[in-house]
């Protein structure tokens, strides 16, 4: 379960604006469709400043790993895949 953590949440979406977005703008997230406005210009008018190692979905904590996952499930998005999102899913299960 997710909890709040203000670097958590800014780095998982960044991270879902990675995986997902379309021709710069997440598209599925209405409030990018309001203000025509893609999360990483939102982002950078937060001044938010990902961490230096920050490399997607396996550089994210896991309670930003649990948001972005969250995220994808809220925007109906399709379920991602890879390694990282298996090793995520089976850390689940243990």
Do not use: H, W
């Amino acid at each position: 379960m997710p909890y709040f953590e203000r670097f958590d949440i800014c780095e998982a979406y960044k991270a879902l604006e990675d995986d997902y977005n379309v021709s710069g703008v997440l598209q599925e997230r209405p409030s990018n469709q309001r203000r025509s406005m893609s999360t990483d210009y939102q982002l950078m008018r937060m001044e938010f400043q990902p961490s230096r190692m920050f490399n997607g979905f396996e550089s994210l904590s896991e309670n930003g790993k649990d948001i972005y996952m969250d995220l994808v499930e809220r925007y109906k998005l399709p379920t991602p895949e890879g390694e990282e999102f298996d090793a995520y899913r089976d850390s689940l299960n243990d």
